[in-house]
Nanobody, 116 residues
């Protein structure tokens, strides 16, 4: 059974930084494409960043240059480094794992609040 556990969310001031982590179990992690999504109150869930099994990355325009996704296959963990945070980055952030067969697994989410 696939399990994804996010951590690292919290309250941060505008301009600050946070690092989210997502630990995976029950999967052959190195074969999975991993991604981070977020959902703000009253809005649809949106893709923030993704990293392929080979390490190729992609970002939403709204976070390019500020966020960095990375993975550590030895630790079955994907990270999202978030710098220069803005109030509009406030959301619940979800980790996703997509298998080579196209099946998806989601974590429970971690709340990021950017406010002074």
């Amino acid at each position: 059974q696939v399990q994804l556990v996010e951590s690292g969310g919290g309250l941060v001031q505008p301009g600050g930084s946070l690092r989210l982590s997502c630990a995976a179990s029950g999967v052959i992690f190195s074969l999975n494409a991993m991604s981070w999504h977020r959902q703000a109150p009253g809005k649809e869930r949106e893709l923030v960043a993704r990293i392929s099994s080979r390490g190729n990355t992609g970002y939403a325009d709204s976070v390019k240059g500020r966020f960095t996704i990375s993975r550590d296959n030895a630790k079955n963990t994907v990270f999202l480094q978030m710098n220069s945070l803005k109030p509009e980055d406030t959301a619940v952030y979800f980790c996703n794992a997509r298998s080579p067969f196209g099946s998806d697994a989601w974590g429970q989410g971690t709340l990021v609040t950017v406010s002074s």
